[in-house]
Nanobody
């Protein structure tokens, strides 16, 4: 059974930082593109950051220069370091896994990030 478990969300003031973690089980972690999506109230889920190869990444424009995605294959964990947080970053953040070779996508249950002004 595949599980993606996020942690690290919470309430932070504008300008603050948080680091999200997502630990995977039930998959061969290194065989998967890992990423983060978010969904703000009343909005569609959007890509935040994702690995497009073992080392290459892509980011949503509004988070470039503020967020950084990283992964530790030995720990089956992907991270999202979020700096200079703004109220518009408030959302539920979801961990995402997709095999490099294609196939079923997997989602975590999400962790809430709330940024106060």
């Amino acid at each position: 059974q595949v599980q993606l478990v996020e942690s690290g969300g919470g309430l932070v003031q504008a300008g603050g930082s948080l680091r999200l973690s997502c630990t995977a089980s039930g998959i061969v972690f290194s065989n998967n593109a890992m990423g983060w999506y978010r969904q703000a109230p009343g909005k569609q889920r959007e890509l935040v950051a994702i690995f497009t190869s073992d080392s290459a990444t892509t980011y949503e424009d509004s988070v470039k220069g503020r967020f950084a995605i990283s992964r530790d294959n030995a720990k089956s964990t992907v991270y999202l370091q979020m700096n200079s947080l703004q109220p518009e970053d408030t959302a539920v953040y979801y961990c995402y896994a997709r095999p490099w070779r294609g196939g079923m996508n997997y989602w975590g249950k999400g962790t809430l990030v709330t940024v106060s002004s």
